[in-house]
C-alpha cells in the first residue's frame, strides 16, 4: 500500500488550505484513517482521524478548525485546514489510524504569521 499526500503549501495565518491523500490498494476501505504532522526534531503527530463509518476525531489543537474527509471510491483521504496558525506548521501525512503502514511521501504546510 502506497500513501502519497498532497496540496501543502505556503500561507499566511487565517488562511486555508486542503490535503489530500492517495492511497492505493484496498486499506481506505477497511481501515479507520487518520492524519499526522510532524515538526523537525520533534515526534509525529496525530491530527485527525476517521472511521471506517465516516466518524471524525480531532486532536484538541485543530478542533473546530480542520475537517477530515475520506472518499473511498476515489481511495483519497482530506483534510480541509481553514483558520491556520503558525504552530500548524510541518510536514503533513496520512495513515491508518492507528498508523500501521509505511509511511509514504508528506506535504510541507507553512504558515506565516
Known amino acids: 500500500v502506497q500513501l502519497q499526500a498532497s496540496g501543502g503549501g505556503l500561507v499566511q495565518a487565517g488562511g486555508s488550505l486542503r490535503l489530500s491523500c492517495a492511497t492505493s490498494?484496498?486499506?481506505?476501505?477497511?481501515?479507520?484513517m487518520g492524519w499526522y504532522r510532524q515538526v523537525p526534531g520533534n515526534q509525529r503527530a496525530y491530527v485527525a482521524g476517521i472511521t471506517t463509518g465516516g466518524t471524525p476525531e480531532y486532536s484538541d489543537s485543530v478542533k473546530g478548525r480542520f475537517t477530515i474527509s475520506r472518499d473511498n471510491a476515489k481511495k483519497r483521504l482530506f483534510l480541509q485546514m481553514d483558520n491556520l496558525k503558525p504552530e500548524d506548521t510541518a510536514v503533513y501525512y496520512c495513515?491508518?489510524?492507528?498508523?500501521?503502514?509505511?509511511w509514504g511521501q508528506g506535504t510541507q504546510v507553512t504558515v506565516s504569521s
Open positions: 495513515n491508518t489510524r492507528p498508523s500501521t503502514l509505511d
Open positions: 490498494g484496498s486499506i481506505i476501505g477497511v481501515s479507520s
